[in-house]
């Protein structure tokens, strides 16, 4: 199947300071790419929508200012935690579908454990 | 909003028997819906999907039922073995203008040797 790197695979930052997480399709073009929330033993919470080329459309109660996110390309999408603080710390995990209709299956990326300190 | 439901929330069985994951959705537009399985620490892996255009699916021991009436799919592993074990979330798509997949909550399933 299609792979979806996502880097780094976990990181520890300070409170205050932003983090940057990645999100390639490695051999197929993602128009669209989701970036999810998982916390401990819960289910995967949809954050946002991105989709290459225009602004992402984000879910009722993620603040849009606190989570950028950029798609620049048909191939990278990015999250960006911005001012993090404990309460942001989480798995964050990304999926992408390429372009067509046809190929509905999304392929996840293997995700980022950030820890906020 | 849109909500997916899924019980039970946790299930124990003993290897060999079958296992029974459900699954209940709100959105009628809601055409595909896929089935992860996601082992500790590591990314959710498709096992088996099923479209809105059929009411069942069967790949070697895992099938998967959907009744767009009531607006329910199921999932069923039979003969389950230990390597079975892991956290299993339903989910539903919708495309209206770009896709959208709402996750159930999992359901951590334990096979015993």
């Known amino acids: 199947g299609a792979v979806v790197s996502q880097h780094p695979s976990w990181v520890i930052c300070k409170s205050g300071t932003s983090v940057k997480i990645e999100c390639r399709s490695l051999?197929?073009?993602?128009?669209?790419m989701f970036w999810y929330r998982q916390f401990p033993k819960q289910s995967l919470m949809l954050m946002a929508t991105?989709?290459?080329?225009?602004?992402?459309?984000?879910e009722q109660g993620v603040e849009k200012d606190k989570f950028l996110i950029n798609h620049a390309s048909l191939t990278l999408s990015t999250l960006t935690v911005t001012s993090a603080h404990p309460e942001d710390s989480s798995f964050y995990i990304c999926?992408?579908?390429?372009?067509?209709?046809?190929?509905?299956?999304?392929?996840f990326g293997q995700g980022t454990r950030l820890t906020v300190v | 909003g849109e909500n997916v439901e899924q019980h039970p929330s946790t299930l124990s069985v003993q290897e060999g028997d079958s296992a029974v994951i459900k699954c209940t959705y709100s959105?009628?537009?809601?055409?595909?819906f896929p089935w992860y399985k996601q082992e500790l620490g590591k990314r959710p892996q498709l096992i088996i999907d099923i479209r809105s255009n059929v009411g069942e699916k069967k790949d070697q021991r895992i099938a998967v039922t959907l009744n767009k009436t009531a607006k329910h799919f199921s999932l069923h592993i039979t003969e389950t073995q230990p390597e079975d074990s892991a956290v299993y979330f339903c989910?539903?798509?919708?495309?209206?203008?770009?896709?959208?997949?709402?996750f159930g909550a999992g359901t951590r399933l334990f096979v015993k040797a």
């Open positions: 991105s989709n290459e080329g225009s602004k992402a459309t984000y």
């Open positions: 959105d009628s537009a809601s055409n595909y």
């Open positions: 989910a539903a798509t919708t495309y209206t203008g770009g896709f959208k997949t709402i």
């Open positions: 999926s992408a579908r390429d372009g067509s209709w046809g190929s509905t299956e999304a392929f």
């Open positions: 051999d197929f073009q993602a128009t669209t």
